[in-house]
């Protein structure tokens, strides 16, 4: 079996198409697996690390800006839209796949299309719960959408085949003991606030859990563990001026970016984060209380539908960034660990209830049988 995976962006287009990359190979050893990406972009480090082939086209996404900034680079991506279809077309003719599975970002507009023109049968996978433009546009000519959850069926036309697949997630997300993780982390037994806004850091999360730290530093109650991004060391500031030495406390887990997400979500009590589609996959998997705040920046808004789709089943809670201050989220964290009414429990339950486990395992049956039935 040949397979092309097309998607980037962001890691929430990229690690899908890597997992599900991964089980295609591990099951069928002797198919050929070529990834397809934007020139520049993160999947053009990221895929080669992960032990696949990768060729990249030239794309660039449009800005939904009025200026003459905004204007200058729309006509430059008018100009790669049409060098990109003859790189699509270049590759697909030379590679021959029997399938391609696009996982999202612009990339996979130009690139599918040409898949579409030459007959070739693809797959669209969709990890938010409000599917992307790129979804959107090419979803009647694809095979088959797959999507996260019920939720994002109704936001795509009835008249196409849409399969409820999940997300693929790390195995190990789910099966780290929590009790050996913290002793392997060196945590105490008080309950463990889990915190982070991405590879770059949100500057509203490091604001208000760093006023959150400080306000505790004298009150052993929480331990703390932090990823402020790249572009948030101002946070490491904020603690030092107030007189908090992260290096001499074992309360205090405080880095650039956490690259033990697995451990660092099994220690947890509570997860405070974004909404994006891969870290919903992962509370589902891992079955943890969280308190969203999607991103206002996003197209589509489409964290604010990731979260609502948690809260709507009972499973998380979510702060909008407009309403986030240190009080509302001590408000809404003091609630979730500490309520009468167990609602720590009561989400990991409702959690557990819509998790996709076996999400890579559909996703991998559907590419057979439609190769099989090409």
Not at 50 to 68: M, V, W, Y
Not at 187 to 197: A, D, E, K, R
């Amino acid at each position: 079996m040949r397979v092309i995976f097309v998607g980037g962006g962001t890691a929430g287009h990229i690690n899908p198409a890597l997992a599900i990359a991964q089980y295609v190979k591990e099951n069928d050893p002797s198919s050929s697996i070529l990834y397809v990406g934007a020139k520049g972009g993160m999947e053009e480090s990221l895929v080669p690390k992960a032990g696949f082939e990768f060729k990249g086209i030239t794309i660039s996404g449009f800005s939904r800006k009025l200026n003459l900034d905004s204007i200058k680079k729309n006509i430059s991506t008018l100009k790669n839209i049409i060098i990109s279809t003859f790189e699509s077309k270049k590759i697909l003719k030379e590679f021959k796949p029997d399938i391609c599975i696009g996982t999202g970002g612009y990339v996979s507009g130009p690139f599918l299309r040409e898949a579409s023109n030459l007959k070739i049968p693809f797959l669209i996978h969709d990890s938010n719960s409000y599917p992307g433009v790129t979804t959107k546009l090419l979803a009647k000519k694809a095979n088959k959408v797959l999507v996260v959850n019920e939720e994002a069926k109704k936001h795509l036309p009835s008249n196409i085949e849409i399969l409820v697949t999940g997300t693929p997630v790390r195995k190990k997300i789910a099966t780290l003991d929590p009790k050996k993780t913290r002793e392997k982390l060196h945590l105490n037994s008080n309950p463990v606030i889990l915190s982070f806004g991405g590879s770059l850091g949100a500057e509203a999360i490091n604001k208000v859990i760093s006023e959150i730290i400080i306000k505790q530093k004298d009150d052993s109650k929480y331990n703390f563990i932090h990823a402020y991004g790249k572009k948030g060391h101002s946070f490491l500031d904020s603690l030092k001026k107030s007189g908090i030495d992260i290096t001499d406390n074992s309360r205090y887990i405080i880095k650039e970016y956490i690259d033990n997400m697995a451990e660092c979500l099994a220690a947890a009590d509570i997860v405070i984060c974004r909404a994006g589609a891969t870290t919903i996959s992962e509370l589902q998997a891992s079955k943890k209380p969280a308190i969203l705040i999607p991103s206002p920046n996003v197209a589509e808004n489409h964290q604010y539908y990731n979260a609502l789709a948690l809260v709507n089943s009972n499973a998380g809670s979510m702060i909008e960034e407009k309403n986030l201050t240190c009080q509302s989220l001590m408000d809404e964290i003091e609630k979730i660990l500490t309520s009468p009414k167990d609602i720590k429990n009561e989400y990991a339950k409702n959690l557990a209830k819509i998790a996709i486990t076996d999400s890579t395992e559909r996703i991998y049956e559907i590419i057979k049988n439609t190769v099989k039935n090409k």
